[in-house]
């Protein structure tokens, strides 16, 4: 089991978290920008680090909070997977309810007091001033609606957006802060198109001068709805790491060194190396950080193993898998890896094997291309194996298309010497060297007819098949997974299920590792269900 990227962790000191920030000129801009007064939609893949930048933000603006008064409000939204949506309402009730409580225990940790007489008593679900644990209760009803068939009832009414904009209006005012942010996390609920939809129409409704909502999305997997318009209601930023920026490489190689400086000298004498991995990577820290870390000691020959190994099955593993997760989707995953491995990849290799100038990873597909390939791309982004670039591009006889990265390790791993073929692409990508898919293109043949309808229908299909699975997919090392074989733990559910007091009737397990048993597992659950 690797260690993972501290990017995913929620609850680190501002200092550390500081201390851990690689101070590029992009990942500058995206903070100062997730700090404007501007609605921002950052959009990025598992991985590049849009919990870290969000984090980064608001430690920024914890630190200046007594000379700029804006109090900053982080929420995860991971707990989506678990409401059943057995009532019209209740997800968007869950997240008035969640956002609530999240402000006023901002508000409370900052020792802000509130006012009395005011919208603020509405959404702290209590007469009494600074209490909000009646509002805490309802978010916890609807987080724990998978266990019981019938939802408990609610003892406050929730708020409507309305009321909590002019509640952050009176915090505003009473208190003298000039605004309030909201860094809304996992905003994007993955396959679940209905509470995505609501989410970005709340995200629209609760704009005002006093309330920014700032919400991380995944790539291709993402269903804004008719109200919300991405380009008009907020501003889409890319965390997407760029492979032809000048100091890509350098940059990531500061991300290693800031998450364990050890490392080092390793990567040293191992330059050319460890800069081919890099590039692997496509810009993801989690992704490179833990093709790294997979064989040791750190040289040629172990990574050229790791590459073959990570970039030609694990990765088209974990996508595959989300055919087993959402069977809706089967048909658009298993084309789109068929048609990347089978089609693509092939393609790519042969037209750079042996070039010395303009090598290419970079495909076009025809804007009028069927439906159905525009949305197995998609997953592939999310997947991260190809990148969505610039939409809108002109290709041969002036047709009109989006241009996608494939990612560099799938292709590096096409070839018989990956480091030696890696460093030749690098070294000369061309951006503009792309090859191109029409709109009638055989490849789409098998797919071309797919109906949608049944892929994109609403509702949380997969909580239910989700629990029942083994605990043998969760992301735990394997002593927390040998001690809840040994206590009878079988499945995800029983897990969620479960409590502190239950993971200490293992051996060598007392209060302290209960407690980080179950925030690690429980951790892996969220994640899991959450795609």
């Not at 004498?269 to 993801?284: C, E, K």
Request: proline share 5%.
């Amino acid at each position: 089991m690797q260690p993972e990227i501290v990017y995913r962790t929620e609850d680190i000191p501002t200092e550390e978290i500081l201390g851990l920030l690689v101070e590029t000129e992009t990942d500058r801009s995206l903070i100062d920008s997730l700090k404007g007064r501007s609605p921002v939609i950052l959009k990025g893949s598992r991985g590049v680090g849009k919990s870290f930048l969000m984090r980064a933000a608001e430690a920024e603006f914890r630190e200046s909070f007594s000379a700029h008064k804006i109090l900053p409000v982080y929420v995860t939204f991971a707990p989506a997977s678990l409401i059943r949506q057995n009532a019209p309402d209740s997800f968007m009730m869950w997240m008035m309810a969640k956002l609530c409580t999240s402000i006023l225990r901002a508000a409370s940790t900052y020792g802000l007091t509130l006012p009395s007489g005011s919208a603020i008593t509405a959404i702290q679900g209590a007469t009494a001033i600074g209490n909000y644990s009646e509002m805490a209760k309802v978010e916890a009803i609807f987080e724990s609606s998978w266990k019981q068939e019938k939802q408990e009832t609610l003892p406050v009414a929730v708020p409507d957006p309305e009321v909590l904009r002019d509640a952050v209006e009176d915090l505003c005012r009473h208190t003298s802060i000039k605004r309030v942010v909201l860094f809304v996390d996992e905003a994007a609920h993955v396959f679940i198109p209905e509470q995505q939809r609501q989410f970005f129409t709340l995200m629209r409704d609760l704009r005002s001068p006093y309330l920014t909502v700032k919400a991380a999305v995944y790539p291709g997997a993402t269903s804004y709805g008719h109200s919300f318009q991405p380009t008009h209601d907020a501003t889409v930023l890319s965390v997407d790491r760029q492979v032809t920026d000048p100091e890509y490489a350098k940059a990531m190689r500061s991300i290693v060194y800031k998450q364990d400086g050890t490392l080092k000298k390793q990567i040293e004498p191992n330059g050319d190396v460890f800069d081919t991995l890099a590039y692997a990577a496509a810009g993801n820290p989690r992704i490179l950080l833990k093709t790294l870390l997979m064989r040791t000691p750190f040289n040629r020959r172990n990574t050229q193993e790791t590459i073959r190994k990570y970039y030609r099955e694990d990765i088209w593993g974990e996508h595959s898998n989300l055919a087993e997760r959402y069977p809706g989707h089967r048909e658009l995953i298993d084309w789109g890896r068929a048609f990347i491995e089978e089609t693509v990849l092939p393609a790519l290799h042969a037209r750079n094997v042996g070039r010395s100038s303009q090598t290419s990873s970079y495909l076009w597909i025809h804007r009028d291309a069927p439906q159905a390939v525009r949305e197995a791309l998609r997953l592939l982004c999310y997947s991260g194996i190809v990148q969505e670039g610039d939409s809108g591009m002109r290709a041969t006889r002036g047709e009109i298309g989006t241009r996608y990265m494939v990612n560099l390790g799938c292709l590096f791993s096409q070839d018989a010497e990956p480091i030696k073929f890696g460093q030749n692409v690098r070294k000369h990508l061309y951006v503009k060297r792309m090859i191109e898919f029409g709109a009638n293109h055989p490849s789409y043949r098998p797919i071309d007819k797919l109906s949608l309808d049944a892929v994109n229908s609403g509702g949380n299909q997969a909580l239910e098949a989700q629990l029942e699975r083994s605990i043998s997919h969760l992301d735990v090392t394997d002593f927390q997974r040998a001690k809840l074989n040994e206590l009878g733990f079988r499945t995800i559910g029983e897990v969620l299920k479960s409590d502190e007091e239950a993971f200490k009737r293992a051996y060598y397990v007392g209060t302290k590792r209960a407690r980080q048993m179950r925030n690690a597992a429980v951790t892996a659950v969220l994640e899991y269900l959450s795609g």
